[in-house]
């Protein structure tokens, strides 16, 4: 099993930056794939990027390619979502969650998820 636990969210205007962080426990976080969702007020839960833990390969919704970046610290079991040129349209609650098989941008593939972080971008 793995526990996210998501940290770094609040409040930034237009242009900003934040930096996010999960803290995967558990003894075996190494077996899964890492993604971040997010969800905003009356709407659904959706992908915006994962890693893997050894091949580090990575993935991104459109709408993010090119602002955020993932990452892993492996010694920390710490993912990272860096978060440049924010927009309001980015406002939501961020999920850091792991799964080990099935569609990586797919919430339903997804076992374990944190409590979530808030986002405010203010314009």
């Known amino acids: 099993q793995v526990h996210p636990v998501e940290s770094g969210g609040g409040l930034v205007q237009t242009g900003g930056s934040l930096r996010l962080s999960c803290v995967a426990s558990?003894?075996?976080?190494?077996?899964?794939?890492m993604g971040w969702f997010r969800q905003g007020v009356g709407k659904e839960r959706e992908f915006v990027a994962a890693?893997?833990?050894?091949?580090?390969?990575?993935l991104y919704a459109d709408s993010v390619k090119g602002r955020f970046t993932v990452s892993r610290d492996y010694t920390k079991a710490t993912v990272y979502l860096q978060m440049n040129s924010l927009k309001p349209e980015d406002t939501g609650v961020y999920y850091c969650?792991?799964?080990?098989?099935?569609?990586?941008?797919?919430?339903?593939?997804?076992?374990?998820w944190g409590q979530g972080t808030q986002v405010t971008v203010s314009s």
């Open positions: 969650a792991a799964r080990d098989r099935g569609d990586w941008t797919s919430k339903s593939a997804y076992d374990y």
């Open positions: 558990g003894r075996t976080f190494t077996a899964y794939t």
């Open positions: 890693i893997e833990w050894i091949s580090a390969a990575t």
